[in-house]
C-alpha cells in the first residue's frame, strides 16, 4: 500500500492543476495560472523526493527500515491532511504557495518510502520469488495512479453543477484522501519485524534475527548454536573492515553498478513524468482534449480529461502484470532492455508522424500509442529500475545506495516535467528528446549485472546463502530472513 499510496499523491496533482488555476487566476485570459505556478504546483513534489530518497535512504541504513519507514509514513499521512487544508487570509498565490509547502513535504516523506519498500521487500523474499514480490509492490503504481483517476472523476462529477467557491473542494477532497491507505500502511508495516537480513548483517545480532524470523513464519525456530556462534564470529571479523560508500573498495566493486541503475532511472524518469504529469497538456495541444480557455464549464473539462487519463493508465496496467509474472523467468535485464526498446520504437512513431497525430482523424491513433509507451515502461524499466538497486548492493548499503538511485532519477522527472511546463510549444522537439533518453538507457542498461535466480549474498558477494530446511515455507510465505543460523533462512 505504501506505492500505492506514493502513486496517488504524486500524480493526482496532475489532474486538478488546471481547477487550481481556474479557482485563484481565473480573472486571466486563459483562466489559467501563469506557466511558472503551473509547473511548482506539479513538480515540487518530486523536488522533495530527492533530499527525501537520499536521507531517509541513509537513515534507513544505519536505523533500520522498520523504524525509518514509519516516519516517512506518519510524515506522509500528515502532509496529505495539511495539503487539502491549505488556506491563507489572502487568496491566489498564498494558498498556492501553502500548498507548495505541504506538497514538498508530502515529497520527501514519498522519497524515503522508495528505497524502503524495496529493501524491505528484497530483504524479506527469498532468491526464487524475489523479483516478483518486489515487482508486485512496484505495481501498486499503477493501482495509485489509476485510483487518483478515479477519486478525480468522482469528485469532479459531483460538484459539475457547483458554484465557483465550492468548485474549491474538488481538490482538497481529491489531495486529502492520501492519507487513507498511507494511515493503512502505517499500522500494518509497524506490526511486523526489523527484516533478519539487517538485524543480522548489519546490526550483528543473529539471536534476535532468528527471534524475528520465528514470529513472521509463525513456527518455532531453534538455532544451531554452533552455526550461531560461527556466523558471529564471522560477523564480527568482517565489521572491522567493511567498506564505507566512498572508499575504493566500494569504488571498484559497485562504481559502475551505481551508475548504471543511476543513469537508467534518470532516463526513464525523465521519459515517465513528463508524460504523465503533462498528459493533459499534451493531449490538448494534439487536439484530443478542448483547451481550457474555450467558453465551457472548467469541471466538465476535468471530468473528460480525468476520464481520458483513467482510461490511458487503466489499460497500460497489464504491464505491471507482465513484470511480475515473468521478471524470474526473463530476468531483469532483458526485460529493462525490451522496455527501453519499445519506448523507443512507440516514442519515436509519436515524434516522427506529431503533425499526422493531429488531424480528427488520427488521434485515437495517438492515444493508443502513447498508452504503448506507458505499457512496455511498466513491463520494463519502470519497475526493474526500482528491482536493481535493492539487489545488487551489500545490506549496509543497500538502502543508500537505492535512494541515490532513485534521488537522480527524480532530478530527471524535474527536468522533463519542467521542458514539457515551459516548452509546451515544441512538444515535438521534446518528443524526439525522449527518443534520445531511451536509447541512453538501452547503453546503461548493458554495466548492470543479471540478478535471477541467485540470493543477495551471492549477488553482493557477503555472507553465503545456504539452503533453507523448511523450503515449503520459503513458497508459502514471502518473508525469509538471513541464512546465518541453521532454522532461519535469508
Known amino acids: 500500500m505504501g506505492f500505492f499510496t506514493d502513486a496517488y499523491d504524486l500524480f493526482s496533482i496532475s489532474l486538478v492543476v488546471d481547477v487550481i488555476g481556474h479557482r485563484y487566476y ?16 506539479s513538480v515540487i513534489a518530486l523536488c522533495g523526493t530527492i533530499p527525501g530518497q537520499l536521507v531517509f535512504g541513509w537513515l534507513g ?55 524502503l519498500s524495496a529493501t524491505i521487500m528484497s530483504e524479506y523474499a527469498n532468491k526464487r520469488t524475489r523479483g516478483a514480490f518486489i515487482a508486485a509492490v512496484f505495481a501498486m503504481q499503477g493501482f495509485g495512479n489509476l485510483a487518483a483517476g478515479i477519486v478525480g472523476l468522482v469528485a469532479s ?12 473542494y474538488i481538490w482538497r477532497i481529491v489531495l486529502m484522501i492520501g492519507a487513507i491507505p498511507a494511515l493503512l500502511t502505517y499500522y500494518w508495516r509497524m506490526q511486523m519485524p526489523e527484516t533478519a537480513r539487517y538485524t543480522a548483517l548489519v546490526a550483528k545480532n543473529t539471536k534476535q534475527a532468528t527471534s524475528d524470523m520465528s514470529r513472521v513464519l509463525g513456527m518455532h525456530i531453534v538455532p544451531n548454536e554452533e552455526e550461531e556462534a560461527a556466523l558471529d564470529h564471522q560477523l564480527v571479523g568482517e565489521g572491522d573492515d567493511q ?3 566512498f ?3 566500494s569504488r571498484r566493486r559497485h562504481g559502475i553498478h551505481l551508475i548504471g541503475t543511476t543513469v537508467c532511472w534518470f532516463v526513464l524518469d525523465v521519459t515517465f513524468y513528463s508524460l504523465n504529469l503533462f498528459m493533459q497538456n499534451i493531449f490538448t495541444v494534439v487536439g484530443v482534449l478542448p483547451s481550457p480557455n474555450e467558453p465551457g464549464n472548467q469541471v466538465r473539462r476535468m471530468i473528460r480529461a480525468t476520464g481520458l487519463h483513467t482510461a490511458v493508465l487503466g489499460g497500460t496496467l497489464p504491464g505491471y502484470f507482465f513484470a511480475v509474472a515473468f521478471i524470474n523467468r526473463i530476468g531483469r535485464i532483458k526485460i529493462q532492455l525490451l522496455g527501453f526498446t519499445m519506448m523507443t520504437v512507440f516514442t519515436l512513431c509519436l515524434a ?7 488531424e480528427p482523424k488520427n488521434r485515437v491513433g495517438f492515444v493508443i500509442m502513447y498508452g504503448f509507451t506507458f505499457l512496455f515502461a511498466n513491463f520494463g524499466p519502470n519497475t526493474t529500475t526500482f528491482i536493481l538497486p ?3 548492493f551489500p545490506a549496509r548499503l543497500r538502502s543508500t545506495c537505492h535512494g541515490i538511485s532513485g534521488a537522480v532519477g527524480k532530478v530527471g522527472a524535474i527536468l522533463g516535467a519542467l521542458a514539457f511546463s515551459l516548452m509546451d510549444a515544441h512538444f515535438k522537439a521534446l518528443l524526439f528528446v525522449l527518443v534520445g533518453c531511451n536509447l541512453v538507457g538501452i547503453v546503461f542498461t548493458l554495466l548492470l549485472p543479471e540478478t535471477k ?31 546465518g543460523v541453521h532454522a532461519v533462512s535469508i
Open 390 to 392: 535493492a539487489e545488487i
Open 247 to 249: 572508499s575504493t573498495e
Open 61 to 115: 541504513d544505519k536505523m533500520g527500515r522498520k523504524r525509518i519507514y514509519g516516519y516517512t509514513l506518519i510524515l506522509m499521512v500528515a502532509c496529505s491532511l495539511a495539503s487539502g487544508f491549505s488556506f491563507s487570509k489572502r487568496t491566489g498565490k498564498s494558498v498556492v504557495t501553502v500548498l507548495c509547502f505541504f506538497r514538498f513535504w508530502l515529497g520527501v516523506s514519498i522519497g524515503g518510502d522508495y528505497p
Open 352 to 358: 516522427i508522424s506529431y503533425d499526422q497525430w493531429r
Open 453 to 483: 535466480g541467485k540470493s543477495l549474498e551471492e549477488i553482493t558477494g557477503e555472507t553465503e546463502e545456504r539452503q533453507p530446511i523448511d523450503d515449503k515455507a520459503a513458497v508459502v510465505n514471502p518473508a525469509q530472513g538471513v541464512h
Open 26 to 41: 481565473g480573472y486571466r485570459d486563459d483562466g489559467r495560472p501563469p506557466r511558472g505556478v503551473s509547473a511548482a504546483i
Open 157 to 168: 462529477k459531483a460538484f459539475e453543477k457547483a458554484s465557483p467557491d465550492d468548485i474549491d
Open 243 to 245: 567498506y564505507g560508500l
